[in-house]
């Protein structure tokens, strides 16, 4: 919750900020220990800009907006022609009022004629208080030496009254004021001591406490363009009062380079630099540490991460820690334990206070530790470095890092879209719809910056919040998801339709025969222990026919449908007769959702309605010799076919009662791949690597592949792919890859597009195609199974499902 107020500051500062001069006559009229001071130069412009940038007009129900509006009500009337100051102040707990102060003119307060207002004269010591009332809400003025003091409370005015002759101006405040630059838009002076009340006030659920002691006083320009809000200026510390940035006084900034370990998809990351730790914490003494650049902490997937960067790979740190307890291996990169609780304990402080030490993974110069429990989290990140799909790769991550410094003591970087929630929940219960509603998609970091001045009491800061069009590097391809389950997957993964979010899912098996349903978030939904390994995959039936969706599939032992929750759909599951041989086959000939299971086991086979019940119409009970794929449905010409292929090569090309439709003119030594239609024929192939094609009259045609024993064909209608030794053939193009052992090469239709997969699962490399064989950019991908490929979230970007490595599931997106 401490990240929240990076943010806090960077929106609160900008959400009511403007220009500056270098005269003090004004401040002499500011309550005394203002939580914030906004000084506006031109507040018409001001206003015009605030009412102009994209981000807040996104806003759908301004409450914020409107309670403010309500709370400085007698403003919209006034009318000022040169700089003025918004100040608030804390009176009493949690409640604030504010002042306004700025010169008067003629034509200062123009009153709407349709405002209900009333006014009476207050005299306190000797001087004139105008109290009025206006649409219910009463304020208070008091005019001095040409000066406007207009305020929500009395009780301020009467302390002006008797301070601002006698004022005087702290010179902290001096000193930062004089370095306002009076072209922008608005400027906001603050003390962190006095504002963290009113972040408080504002974000009552976030841990605001550490603004208090941040800095001593800050001054920070605003600018509000109409896709970009922005500040700068500078914040001053004390080293005898102990503030954060104290720590930093005597050490000079370096580049921030952790962005290269951190994943995408993060909420936040905080990154503190030094030239020498010894000169960040002179009181430490850890040789260790002697060549430590960089320190950062993130958070991503829920879990906290804190990353150090050292001058190179070759340093005592990395030689020494390597030597710990090999905990398990991801990508050929090892993952320790750290049986050290006192490892670098309290080192990084104020900064980073505590973190968990217990697992860590060296990364070149890079160490990332964890707590164990966030194992699939690590292993992602480790695939993501090994990959270059980290942030530091994001055009996005690039733009916005041009608006800021190449080096900085302290830089705090916000993902807005992971983090709006977390944001939202941090603020005033009433407020936390509004700030949901935000649109922010092309708004995706908020960051703060703090360069410190080597030797000096104060540091520079920029922060920015700006439109960012650049979009994911095109042809690329980055990982989304690293689930990790309980045992190894021995199934394909592969994707499921959810019929309410009409997103994708993912339904795997492991090793322990235990079936999981993974959300697009990667959180396993239900887990359903079977009673053996699947045979085939997973289908999807509707057998109520009211849109919602189950799964149904075979083991060697039971035919199961399961509901949505992973629930028994009554009367399954059933079990076989004896064993079944080959995966339920499903036809729904006319789309009608009057589903027929097809059941095989060794040479017998069954049909059966969506109620388990045996279809009587169905004549053909099986063949003298085993079935070697299960039986397939084609629609040629409004005509229904359904093949069985036997051991034997005889092949049964049946209607739906299960009468001979054609009857083959001689029999066939089949490959081990199914029937297809291609080019309105029956094909297969043969054992000696033909291209067998059969007529309407069962008449034969052969064609030779360039293929010899032992290889694969998928086909579409018109497209026609083989796979022999290391020759992957699309079409008429060959593609030589590496010797391994592969997956069976698949087919996808996306879109109008095609496109070929296959995976080398020695190497573990997955492969994508398009029809004229080029490959896929960012392919080879890491992974170790069949891919499955489909739009799997709410984007239209497609996903891609493969087993990784050990326990895992890995999702990539094509970019």
């Given at each position: 919750?401490?990240?929240?107020?990076?943010?806090?500051?960077?929106?609160?500062?900008?959400?009511?900020?403007?220009?500056?001069?270098?005269?003090?006559?004004?401040?002499?009229?500011?309550?005394?220990?203002?939580?914030?001071?906004?000084?506006?130069?031109?507040?018409?412009?001001?206003?015009?800009?605030?009412?102009?940038?994209?981000?807040?007009?996104?806003?759908?129900?301004?409450?914020?907006?409107?309670?403010?509006?309500?709370?400085?009500?007698?403003?919209?009337?006034?009318?000022?022609?040169?700089?003025?100051l918004l100040c608030f102040n804390e009176l009493g707990k949690k409640n604030f009022e504010y002042t306004f102060i700025t010169k008067i003119h003629p034509d200062l307060i123009v009153l709407d004629s349709l405002a209900k207002s009333s006014t009476e004269k207050i005299d306190y010591e000797g001087n004139s208080i105008t109290k009025t009332t206006l649409n219910d809400r009463v304020n208070y003025t008091f005019i001095a030496d040409s000066i406007f003091i207009n305020s929500s409370s009395e009780l301020l005015i009467e302390n002006c009254i008797r301070s601002y002759k006698k004022a005087t101006i702290p010179e902290t405040l001096k000193k930062v004021y004089a370095t306002i630059d009076e072209t922008k838009s608005a400027t906001v002076l603050a003390n962190p001591k006095h504002f963290q009340p009113l972040l408080k006030k504002l974000f009552p659920n976030a841990a605001t406490d550490i603004v208090t002691n941040f800095g001593e006083q800050a001054a920070l320009d605003v600018s509000i363009l109409p896709d970009e809000l922005s500040f700068t200026g500078v914040v001053t510390s004390n080293d005898s009062l102990s503030h954060t940035l104290s720590s930093l006084k005597n050490t000079a900034p370096r580049?921030?380079?952790?962005?290269?370990?951190?994943?995408?998809?993060?909420?936040?990351?905080?990154?503190?630099?030094?030239?020498?730790?010894?000169?960040?914490?002179?009181?430490?003494?850890?040789?260790?540490?002697?060549?430590?650049?960089?320190?950062?902490?993130?958070?991503f997937n829920g879990n906290t991460f804190t990353g150090l960067r050292f001058i190179s790979s070759s340093n005592e740190a990395i030689t020494q820690l390597q030597t710990k307890s090999e905990a398990s291996t991801v990508r050929n990169i090892k993952v320790y334990e750290n049986e050290d609780a006192s490892?670098?304990?309290?080192?990084?402080?104020?900064?980073?206070?505590?973190?968990?030490?217990?697992?860590?993974?060296?990364?070149?110069?890079?160490?990332?530790?964890?707590?164990?429990?966030?194992?699939g989290s690590l292993a992602m990140l480790i695939g993501m470095y090994k990959d270059e799909q980290t942030l530091f790769y994001q055009k996005n991550y690039q733009e916005t890092i041009k608006s800021l410094s190449d080096e900085s003591s302290l830089l705090t970087f916000v993902n807005t879209e992971t983090f709006k929630k977390t944001f939202a929940e941090s603020a005033q219960k009433k407020y936390q719809k509004e700030i949901s509603s935000i649109?922010?998609?092309?708004?995706?970091?908020?960051?703060?910056?703090?360069?410190?001045?080597?030797?000096?009491?104060?540091?520079?800061v920029h922060g920015i919040l700006k439109r960012n069009t650049a979009k994911p590097s095109?042809?690329?391809?980055?990982?989304?998801?690293?689930?990790?389950?309980?045992?190894?997957?021995?199934?394909?993964?592969?994707?499921?339709?959810?019929?309410?979010?009409?997103?994708?899912?993912?339904?795997?098996?492991?090793?322990?025969?235990?079936?999981?349903?993974?959300?697009?978030?990667?959180?396993?939904?239900?887990?359903?222990?079977?009673?053996?390994?699947?045979?085939?995959?997973?289908?999807?039936?509707?057998?109520?026919?009211?849109?919602?969706?189950?799964?149904?599939?075979?083991?060697?032992?039971?035919?199961?449908?399961?509901?949505?929750?992973?629930?028994?759909?009554?009367?399954?599951?059933?079990?076989?007769?004896?064993?079944?041989?080959?995966?339920?086959?499903?036809?729904d000939y006319d789309k009608s959702k009057n589903y027929r299971f097809v059941f095989t086991e060794g040479n017998k086979v069954s049909m059966r309605d969506k109620k388990g019940k045996t279809v009587s119409g169905f004549k053909f009970s099986g063949s003298e010799n085993d079935?070697?794929?299960?039986?397939?449905?084609?629609?040629?010409?409004?005509?229904?076919?359904?093949?069985?292929?036997?051991?034997?090569?005889?092949?049964?090309?049946?209607?739906?009662?299960?009468?001979?439709?054609?009857?083959?003119?001689?029999?066939?030594?089949?490959?081990?791949?199914?029937?297809?239609?291609?080019?309105?024929?029956?094909?297969?192939?043969?054992?000696?690597?033909?291209?067998?094609?059969?007529?309407?009259?069962?008449?034969?045609?052969?064609?030779?592949?360039?293929?010899?024993?032992?290889?694969?064909?998928?086909?579409?209608?018109?497209?026609?792919?083989?796979?022999?030794?290391?020759?992957?053939?699309?079409?008429?193009?060959?593609?030589?890859?590496?010797?391994?052992?592969?997956?069976?090469?698949?087919?996808?239709?996306?879109?109008?597009?095609?496109?070929?997969?296959?995976?080398?699962?020695?190497?573990?490399?997955?492969?994508?195609?398009?029809?004229n064989a080029k490959p896929i950019a960012g392919f080879p991908a890491f992974g170790s199974s069949a891919i499955d490929l489909g739009n799997f979230d709410k984007d239209n970007k497609l996903e891609v499902v493969t087993k990784g490595e050990n326990n895992t599931i890995l999702v990539y997106k094509l970019n």
């Open positions: 919750m401490k990240r929240i107020l990076i943010l806090l500051l960077t929106i609160l500062s900008i959400g009511c900020t403007t220009e500056t001069p270098k005269e003090y006559s004004l401040l002499a009229y500011v309550p005394q220990n203002a939580a914030a001071i906004i000084q506006i130069q031109n507040f018409e412009s001001f206003r015009s800009e605030l009412k102009n940038n994209q981000l807040l007009k996104s806003f759908r129900k301004p409450f914020f907006k409107k309670d403010f509006n309500a709370f400085v009500d007698y403003l919209q009337y006034i009318k000022p022609n040169s700089k003025a580049e921030y380079k952790m962005a290269k370990v951190i994943p995408v998809s993060f909420e936040y990351f905080t990154s503190i630099t030094f030239d020498e730790y010894k000169k960040f914490h002179p009181e430490i003494k850890n040789s260790l540490l002697d060549a430590l650049e960089e320190v950062t902490t993130f958070s490892l670098f304990k309290d080192h990084f402080t104020p900064f980073i206070k505590n973190f968990d030490n217990r697992t860590f993974v060296v990364l070149d110069e890079y160490i990332v530790f964890s707590e164990p429990e966030a194992a649109n922010i998609e092309d708004y995706p970091f908020a960051a703060l910056q703090f360069t410190n001045e080597k030797g000096s009491n104060y540091a520079h095109e042809n690329t391809v980055s990982q989304l998801l690293n689930i990790v389950l309980d045992n190894p997957p021995t199934s394909n993964p592969q994707f499921v339709k959810n019929h309410i979010t009409k997103r994708k899912e993912i339904v795997v098996q492991d090793d322990q025969n235990a079936l999981y349903l993974i959300s697009t978030s990667g959180k396993v939904l239900w887990k359903k222990q079977l009673d053996g390994q699947l045979l085939g995959k997973v289908s999807q039936v509707d057998l109520y026919k009211n849109g919602r969706l189950q799964l149904a599939f075979t083991t060697s032992q039971s035919f199961y449908v399961l509901d949505r929750n992973g629930k028994d759909v009554k009367p399954y599951p059933t079990k076989a007769k004896t064993t079944y041989t080959q995966p339920v086959a499903i036809f079935f070697i794929n299960p039986p397939q449905h084609f629609r040629v010409r409004s005509k229904d076919y359904i093949t069985f292929q036997e051991s034997n090569g005889k092949l049964h090309i049946l209607s739906r009662t299960g009468k001979p439709r054609i009857t083959p003119k001689k029999n066939v030594q089949f490959s081990d791949n199914i029937m297809y239609i291609h080019d309105n024929l029956f094909t297969t192939s043969d054992r000696k690597g033909n291209l067998i094609q059969i007529d309407q009259k069962g008449q034969f045609q052969e064609t030779k592949l360039p293929v010899e024993e032992s290889h694969d064909v998928v086909m579409t209608s018109k497209t026609l792919v083989s796979f022999f030794e290391n020759k992957l053939r699309i079409k008429d193009k060959t593609v030589e890859l590496d010797f391994g052992s592969y997956s069976k090469p698949n087919i996808f239709y996306i879109r109008n597009k095609i496109y070929v997969t296959i995976t080398d699962k020695d190497a573990q490399k997955v492969y994508l195609f398009d029809s």
